[in-house]
């Protein structure tokens, strides 16, 4: 039996270096949710998680509202989140807990009741990604490799209600050797320079790449995803077209549009690709996906999009709440989950369970993850496996509020030619060494 004796959140601020835009809203400023939870096994024997989640209004919650109101509302959310985990105990495993209060945590009442779904689940995220950071601990584990019959008391059966997954456990679907290194993409964001006289005011002057040409020489990188309007199909023809140009010269070899959910139909995506096709065909070769064009809510969405998916593999981003809502997707065609850890890493374990089980391609995506926030996210990418990598830009947008960590992780908080490096990540929880949360008291401010 594991019980949570303790859980509190503390709030730090985050400044970006550079302005970061997600659909019509820029973000220049946020804090990052950072939470820690002790967990007891009825027998003496405690142990304490931590986690962490960027509370990207932006994202999360698209809407009129001003950014600072909405940020309150999760930070709000993230306490009240704290106050009800406290007492919340399980026979099993960090993901039976913690997968049964997430269902249960975000129906609680909000201090805003137009907070969406997505919200919560990053508001409830870092508890979550603590709980499973404590149980390895508790049981002097990697956590990643406790998601077995020894440590579990349900199989997948038990989540899913399939029959296929009786007597399968989220390990057995796990890379059988994770990588140390995993090949890095690059956000290429839609207000980012492409080229060094595209920089205004003489620049940021802070020893960091500031145009994507530059970026691509010194991290050596080889993947770009490229933000996209929805909204303006010449202009997002012309922005593939002059990051696809740029790609080419300098060797990247795979590219990904993200049309961040405002594309409104099929046909609109499919005429920017016909004509990336027809005019710039290697520059279309090398787009290796395309990622969520559509509505966050399948049901707004178009209803079959198997022929876009049978064109370029296509991912579910936003719309991938929980395993539940990419069944959904996947019956309307779509054949690819973009899987990420600011949703609770335990709804995105049994998430790229089912895909990967129903034949999907999964990637790991970011949320601009910073400080402990970071190390749970490639984790994942590298357990569970995915088509190419994982997406890392926090380095891109505030390397300075992970400079610490980078002291101790010099290969996984700045990208060196195309990869990041695990190598240096502890070998208890989820990887975390002692010194990544020292100073660090989980006081609420």
């Given amino acids: 039996m594991i019980e949570v004796v303790g859980a509190e959140v503390e709030f730090i601020p985050a400044p970006l270096r550079t302005p970061l835009k997600f659909g019509a809203e820029v973000t220049e400023f946020l804090r990052c949710a950072r939470a820690r939870v002790i967990l007891s096994d009825g027998c003496g024997h405690t142990a304490v998680g931590w986690g962490e989640t960027p509370l990207s209004a932006a994202w999360a919650w698209p809407s009129n509202l001003s950014f600072g109101e909405r940020e309150r509302v999760m930070c709000d ?3 009240l989140t704290a106050e009800k985990l406290i007492g919340r105990s399980d026979p099993g495993h960090a993901l039976e807990l913690g997968w049964k209060f997430v269902e249960e945590v975000i129906d ?5 009741p137009r907070m969406p779904y997505l919200a919560r689940l990053v508001s409830a995220s870092p508890f979550d990604l603590a709980l499973h950071d404590a149980f390895g601990k508790l049981v002097g584990k990697d956590t990643f490799s406790t998601f077995t019959s020894e440590f579990m008391v349900n199989d997948l059966e038990y989540f899913f209600g399939e029959a296929a997954f009786r007597g399968v456990y989220p390990g057995d679907l796990f890379v059988k050797r994770p990588p140390d290194k995993l090949p890095v993409w690059h956000l290429v964001g839609g207000s980012d320079p492409l080229e060094p006289e595209e920089i205004r005011n003489g620049g940021i002057g802070d020893g960091y790449p500031e145009s994507l040409r530059e970026w691509i020489a010194v991290d050596g990188l080889r993947n770009l995803k490229i933000k996209l309007s929805g909204v303006d199909a010449e202009k997002d023809f012309a922005r593939l077209v002059s990051v696809g140009k740029i790609a080419l010269e300098c060797g990247v070899e795979n590219l990904c549009a993200d049309f961040n959910c405002l594309a409104g139909s099929v046909a609109y995506v499919e ?7 027809a005019e710039f065909p290697e520059i279309y070769r090398r787009l290796f996906y395309v990622e969520q064009p559509f509505a966050e809510d399948l ?15 296509l991912f579910l981003d936003e719309s991938a709440h929980d395993w539940r809502e990419v ?3 996947r019956a309307k065609g779509w054949n690819g989950v973009a899987l990420k850890v600011c949703k609770t890493l335990s709804g995105a374990l049994l998430s ?8 999907m391609l999964l ?8 400080m402990l926030a970071m190390i749970p996210h490639v984790r994942l990418a590298a357990e569970i496996g995915t088509i190419m990598g994982v997406e890392c830009n926090a380095p891109q947008f505030y390397p300075a509020v992970s400079g610490d960590f980078e002291l101790r992780h010099p290969g996984l908080y700045r990208r060196r030619n195309g990869v990041v490096d ?11 060494l002692p010194e990544d949360t020292a100073g660090t008291d989980g006081a609420d401010e």
């Fill in 77 to 79: 959310y993230c306490r």
């Fill in 108 to 112: 609680l009442p909000a201090k805003d």
């Fill in 271 to 277: 005429g920017v690709l016909d004509r990336l096709e």
């Fill in 299 to 313: 049901d707004k969405g178009p209803e079959d999009v198997s022929a876009l998916a049978a064109r370029k593999p």
């Fill in 327 to 329: 069944r959904r997707g």
């Fill in 352 to 359: 790229g369970c089912w895909g990967k089980t129903h034949d």
């Fill in 363 to 370: 990637m790991v995506q970011d949320l601009t993850n910073p």
């Fill in 422 to 432: 695990l190598s240096s990540l502890g070998e208890t929880g989820l990887g975390y």
